[in-house]
Each structure stands twice: as structure tokens, then as C-alpha cells.
């Protein structure tokens, strides 16, 4: 594995710095099989981060964790028509088992309500059986032709929360609640500034009533969809038959939800605050926060003072719970500092002879390069406010960046205009129907709707730009990942 | 879902006992995918005990976690010819994709030796490209006739650790570092003894120069292999071209090794320490350890007296560190202790009217149903020492049961009487070659070869109970899951 990786300039191919980053900071390789990723160790620690921060909060929450079959019968994904009609084109089927065709083939689930709403309907007599609150941690397989690490694969990992409650207001209340749970999640621990929204009929999950999505942008304009939370009603659970009874021989359909988040997240992170040098990390979901770099001559040092220094570096960073790893390696410095910089630890902590002699560190920051050296006895606290301090100027160029690339167009033609400028999040008035969204494409290559915003953030603008009528709800457009 | 579930007595159907308890202590059940389980959210908070806490140990020993893809080209698992034969049979295979046939089908990988390998070919060229250590958790498939939940299923989910070396001593010691960590795992978390042995070559991992298992007995006597790690030499290396270059011009193909330990842990833990009323968990692996079992008339109690009295206990398991769940709902006591007990939590505290009044809480133990009453003030240290002489007393239990039905046997004869007499660990003297393995069975319907045990534990038999020859080797026959 060579340590030189040219990195494209986001300026000169952002497609191709994208990969670069991915490449350069060891996330993840291809495969031999295509459109699969290997998931490096940073890019797999970068995910348990995800995981393990996010799964704390589905469990504080009221859920809990279950495993069901990755191969889903055809018959159970046929009960939902809709829901069957919007995956089947991705299906990976398995037709045969132990030398027999299978009757009812296995399909390798591209999302697992059909699987598990067929269990739901089994355990779901009575109102006191609900709500079922329940998330899995899981691979999925969605036979995409067209492929890109992270954003895009042919197998990727993901959370996908199920639930089923005993009414519409409850199980509205639980979409909104997990919608809010990834928003705080991106921006808090991500820095990532999120648009929630309501997406349009034609953008809508497969067999959901309604679905809301946390909507990010990406360093060159693009939309990603970073998670989705799906108020389901009552379609999947009168294709599978979950109903509770209640008073005399009445009974009623369970209301239902489902929300996922899934490695595309680090996709979106990558793109988010990475730079021409490599990956750049927000603190809070770095695997590792700091590396030391100690750049000591054998010869010149003492083996006592260098040890003792560093203890004490140790020490300040444990107390401050900071994460780190130390390079004592008997690389060069420049070395050092390309590799750990390309792979986005937020701080780089130089330990030389002149830091162990004046009883000093210096700390660079990953994103601004900044230098500063400060006391060996402050270092804890000093690294732990450069940290807080990076995490918050993380968020604000981001956010800055979002209004930066807004904007505001009342016609198809200011929009196309607009496209053809660049990429940018269109603020504009809708009343479309299902139909006519296929003529937002008229707005630029690529160009879609991509929510209708729960909060408006920009000035209200009162016809649809495509059929001219009082707009009934204001949108954004983008070309999206 | 029914609160009553009656569990067969172990002396009544052993096998029948143990789907009962899993399906009392709601750990799995049943979905519509034959040979696949729905691991419920009891068994899937368990697993993530046994991952949390392994995975920590796989980390501490220098691994790093990857992922890799689940579908692995056939034509990479045909490489190695030994592998490939071992595997064959159990293959799930997709043959076409997006409407077309696929040249190069692809598996569901049934361990993933194959596509990593072929990726490590990529990564070696130096020596210091070594070692490579990794390890994955993730589901693995095989097409199994016979199923049993967690023992024997068509998908379940295990780690996988891979490694690659410069020289042979450095892969075996890996080879028996992992080993011991299983073991250490297995004896200190989950109170299982365990025998570590060399497999015999009939009873190798397809493709492996040298396989070892953690073997552990069930309370029935039959055996249970709940580990194994393997020495690979160089086998799969000179198939995949797995080569670093060292000197001028020369190279030398890498030594390897893998281990792994499945969900089928999980069913020795069961079959270990449970009872007629259901499972019973180790403290150090039960997700939760202690219910708070609150029975308060509402009418007679002052809830201010109530919820300060709880708010104690809560403060007296947190500083011991002890993790619980609180039973305030109103069922009765009875139905309480059935629903705490069957899903084995180790303690169950008592909180009822007279408690509070005499500031004190009664605590059930599990495995003995014992009852101690102890002040409020005592609580967090009393059930901190009740968990830690539970765990020992599992643990002794389970060894006592090991010596008890274990064999020293001579002859075929004597080791036949044996296993007419019931499941025993029959030591004996062995110089069988791979075909004589074959007669093993004579020794009894379902008998087979355990292991060599790295460690005599019982007197030496100096002939082979099959040839009759010298005896090279001491080994252990049971009959196994």
C-alpha cells in the first residue's frame, strides 16, 4: 500500500476528488465483486462510530435490536403492491436451493418490512401487544447498475427502525421523533446542516402514506438524502393482517412507521468538510481524535525524558478524553504529517526535542492547519477546546455554505438559469400533481424535487414555477447523489 | 404473545426443553424463511453482549474490524481445491442479476477466507506489509438441511478473524493466542468450561493445515464446538497469490490464519446453565442482571415514601455498577417472579410494602431461587457479591458436570457400553489415519472424533480403540451438536 496518493482538486474533477479522499484516507476499496466495497479498518471504525452513537439513542428512545432473515420470501414482498412494484426491478433472487428449484424464490431483502410485518401480524392480538418498537442493524441489496462507494452500492449496511402502533397520532409522533433523532444526530455529530422535509408523491418510499427525509448538501451544491422516516398508515398492515381487537369483537389495523439511515451518511460526511489535503473529520464522530507525532533523534534523546514526556502527554489527553494514537514510528515528520492528515484525525500533536525541552506541545489543527503551542500541563484542556472549537466552525461553514448556494426563483426560466450556473438549492413555489413531477427535469439535467421543506427558510413565493398556479406548497429543487 | 409457555423438563425431552426456554425467554423464534430464525430482542440484546465484550478483546489484541462483501465469486472459492469441496454443498448461489445470467455466479459466503484473500494479494508486495490482522462481524450462510435455532441455521452471524504472517512461528502463536481468547471468553464470561484441542484430519476446516477447537459439553453430555481457530500455513496463500519479497529477488508466499466463533455460543450458554423454569445467564454476560420487582398497593402506599425508596435502590445498583430493569407494572408478584425467572435475570429484587417499611429489599437468586433479605443501605455490595458467587458457582457447577460424564475407555467395546449407558466425553488412545476416522461411528450411533486435547486430563490409554495400535495420540469421542 503505497503512502503517496495524488488527491484530484475538488476544483478540477469533484467526482474524482470524491474517490481520491476515499482512496487516500483508507476507507474503502473496490472488490471483486462489482458494485461491492471492501469497508477499510478506518472507514469500518469511522461506521461504528455511527453505529454506536446513533444505536444509543434508538435504545433511549424505546426501541430494541432484533435480527431477522437477510432472505425474504418473493410471496411476502409480493403482498404489498405498491411496495413490490417500486424494489422488484433490484431484486438478487435466489432460485434455487440444494440442487431444487425453490417455489417461492429468496430474494436478499432490499429493506425488511414485508418480512417482518408478516411476523408482526403473528404477535399483534391485542392493543396491549402494541406499540412494537423495534431496529436492526442489517446489509441490504439493492441491484443498482450504477455504483459509487458510500452513496451508492450494491450491498450496503444501515439501520432500519419498524414500528406499529395503535393510532394515526401515535405513529405520526414516532416518524417526526426519529426524523429529529437523525437531524440532531447529522448536525450535532456530524456537522452536517439538515433540511427536513416532506417529500412530494412521486418521491415518496413504496408503500408509504407519507415520507420525510433529512435532506444535506454537499460541497458542490448537490443534494443527499441522508435518512428517511416513513409514516406507513395502514397499507402494510392490511396486506399482512396486523390488527389488535379492542371492545366487543371490534378491531382495527395497526398504524405504522419505518426510518433508516445507512452508510451513504459517510458518504455525505466525506463530502461535507473534506478538503484538496484528504478527509477532515468533525470530533465528535472521529475514531480517533489526536495523533502524537513524536519526531526524536535516538541519538540526541534521552530514552527517561522522552518516556516521561510522553506519559504526561498521555495522562492530559485520557483526563480530557481525548482519543489518540501515537506514531513513534521512525518516519519523517513531513511523512507523519501527510498521512495523518489525508486521513482527517482532527488534531496532530507534535512531540519533538523542542517541545520535550521547553516542556511544550504543538498542536495543528486538521482543518485550518492552524499551529499553536501551548504548556504540557494545559494540554488536555487546550486540545479539548480546539476540538469543541473546530466542531462548532465544522457546522458554520457548512451552514454558511447552504445559504451560500440557495436560492430563490419564481420561474422555470430562472431556475434553468440558475442550473446553469451551477448547483443549487432552489427555493420555489409547487402545486404540481404526481404527474406533473416528471416534468421537473425540464428545470435542468438531473433536476429534482426534493421536499417540501417542514420549516420555510426562504421568501414565500406564491406560483407553482412549472404549472403557474397559486402555489399550494414552496419546495426545493436540486440535482441530488 | 402468551405469558404462559410451558417448558418441557429436561428429563422429559432434553431437545424439546431447549426450544421451550428460547421460546419463553423470548430469545428467538421462528420466521417464514425455513432454517432461518427472527433473533427476538432478548436474544439479540445477549448477542450484543457477546460482540461488545469480544469485540473489545479482538480489538485489545491488535485486530481491526473490516467488511467485506457478502457475495463472493464463485471462481474465487473454487481456488482453493480443498475449501471449495468442504463448502460446496452448502453454497447459496445467484445466478442471474437484473435479468441476466451471470457468468461468474455469485455465493453467499459461507465464511469469507476466499474474498479476502484475494484482496490481501493486492495488499502484500513487502514483508512490511505484514501482518495483515482483521476481523468482521456479519451474517454467513449454509444451505443446512437439519436446523436448530442458533446451534444449526441457515444464516447466523459469527466474527471472523483473518490473518497473514511472514513466518510460520508468528501464525501459530496467533493461531493460539485467538484460541485462548475464546477460551478465556468462554470459562471467564459465560461460566462454560471449555477443552482446547486439536481437530483430527477428518474433522478440519476444508483447506486448513491444522485445526483448533474450543470444545464444551451441554448438561446432556453430548459435545458442543463453540470456537476454532486455524493454522492455514500456506495454503490459501499459494492460491491466491499471497507473496512478499524480501532479499534481492526473493519472495516467500505468506503464512495464515483464521478463527472464528459463531451465534452458536449462544446455544452452549443455554444448554449450560438453564433449567426447568427457563434460562439462566451468567451475570458477566446478562444484558440486564437484576429486575426491581416493585408490588405496591397504590391504596396503602404514600407514593412520595415509594418513589424515594426506588430511587435509592436505582442509586445502589448504579454505583455497583449493576444493570437492571424496573417491574412497576401491575401484575401481580407471582406472574413477575415466572416472567423475570424464565428469562433468566440473574437477580430479582423484591420491593414491596414491607420492604419499604423496614428499609430493606429482598433478593432471589436465579440459579438457586435462594431468598436474602438485606438493608437498603447494603443493597448495591450485597447483590455485587451475589452476582460475583453466582458466576462461580455456575461456572463450578459446569465443571463438576464435565468430570462427572467424562470416560477413561480402553476398547471399542468398553467405549459402545459407554454410550448405550448415555452422552459421556470418552478419553481414549487413538492412531487412526483420515479413513480409519470413518469407523468411529462404530463406536456408537453419532459418535465422533471431539479432539486431541492439548492438556491430558485423564489417565493415558496406551492403544488405539479402533486399530489396536500403539496409541500416538489421546482424544476425545462424544457425540455433538
Known amino acids: 500500500m503505497s503512502e503517496q496518493t495524488r488527491i484530484t482538486p475538488r476544483c478540477e474533477e469533484y467526482s474524482r476528488w470524491y474517490l481520491d479522499v476515499i482512496a487516500a484516507a483508507r476507507l474503502a476499496s473496490y ?52 411496495h413490490v412494484e417500486g424494489f422488484a426491478p433490484e431484486f438478487v433472487t435466489i432460485h434455487s436451493l440444494n440442487g431444487s428449484k425453490l417455489e417461492d424464490p429468496l430474494v436478499l431483502r432490499p429493506t425488511s418490512e414485508t418480512i417482518m410485518y408478516a411476523d408482526f ?124 381487537s379492542y371492545g366487543v369483537g371490534e378491531s382495527e389495523f395497526a398504524f405504522q412507521t419505518s426510518w433508516g439511515m445507512s452508510t451513504r451518511i459517510l458518504g455525505a460526511l466525506i463530502m461535507s468538510h473534506s478538503d484538496d489535503k484528504g478527509l477532515v473529520l468533525p470530533p465528535r464522530i472521529a475514531p480517533v481524535q489526536a495523533a502524537i507525532m513524536l ?4 541519538k540526541t534523546s534521552s530514552d527517561e525524558r522522552r518516556d516521561g514526556f510522553l506519559a504526561s502527554v498521555r495522562r492530559q489527553l485520557d483526563n480530557a478524553h ?60 487546550a486540545a479539548a477546546l480546539q476540538l469543541a472549537v473546530m466542531q462548532a466552525d465544522l457546522f458554520a461553514a457548512a451552514q454558511e455554505r447552504l445559504q451560500a448556494k440557495s436560492r430563490v426563483c419564481a420561474t422555470l426560466e430562472e431556475i434553468r438559469a440558475a442550473f446553469k450556473e451551477g448547483n443549487f438549492f432552489v427555493h420555489t413555489g409547487w402545486s404540481g400533481t404526481k ?22 427558510t426562504a421568501p414565500y413565493v406564491d406560483k407553482c414555477f412549472l404549472t403557474g398556479k397559486p402555489a399550494e406548497h414552496q419546495v426545493i429543487l436540486a440535482k441530488a447523489y
Open 322 to 381: 481525548i482519543s489518540y494514537v501515537l506514531d513513534a514510528t521512525d518516519r519523517k515528520l513531513g511523512l507523519k504529517q501527510y498521512d495523518w492528515e489525508k486521513q482527517g484525525i482532527p488534531l496532530r500533536l507534535v512531540v519533538g526535542m523542542s517541545e520535550i525541552e521547553r516542556d511544550q506541545v504543538t498542536i495543528i489543527r486538521r482543518d485550518t492547519s492552524a499551529k499553536t503551542t501551548v504548556p504540557l500541563d494545559d494540554l488536555g484542556s
Open 121 to 244: 401480524a403473528k404477535k399483534v392480538k391485542a392493543a396491549s401487544d402494541l406499540p412494537i418498537k423495534i431496529n436492526q442493524w442489517c446489509n441490504v441489496w439493492r441491484a443498482e447498475r450504477r455504483t459509487l462507494p458510500f452513496l451508492r452500492t450494491f450491498e450496503f449496511y444501515w439501520q432500519e427502525g419498524h414500528t406499529a402502533h395503535a393510532s394515526e397520532t401515535e405513529a405520526r409522533a414516532e416518524v417526526m421523533d426519529m426524523l429529529q433523532e437523525y437531524r440532531t444526530f447529522a448536525e450535532g455529530t456530524m456537522a452536517i446542516p439538515c433540511i427536513l422535509g416532506r417529500k412530494t408523491p412521486g418521491e415518496r418510499f413504496a408503500g408509504a402514506v407519507d415520507t420525510f427525509s433529512v435532506e444535506t448538501m454537499m460541497q458542490n451544491g448537490k443534494a443527499l438524502q441522508s435518512a428517511t422516516s416513513h409514516y406507513l398508515g395502514q397499507n402494510f398492515a392490511r396486506a399482512f393482517g396486523i390488527k389488535y
Open 435 to 456: 404527474d406533473d413531477e416528471k416534468g421537473v427535469k425540464e428545470a435542468g439535467d438531473g433536476v429534482t424535487l426534493r421536499c417540501i421543506p417542514l420549516v420555510r
Open 31 to 82: 472488490s471483486d465483486v462489482p458494485g461491492c466495497m471492501i469497508i477499510e479498518p478506518n472507514g469500518c471504525a469511522l461506521w461504528e462510530r455511527v453505529t454506536d452513537i446513533f444505536d444509543a439513542r434508538i435504545k433511549a428512545t424505546g426501541h430494541r435490536n432484533v435480527k431477522y432473515p437477510a432472505l425474504i420470501p418473493l410471496s411476502l414482498l409480493q403482498r404489498e403492491t405498491e
Open 295 to 298: 519526531i526524536v533523534d535516538k
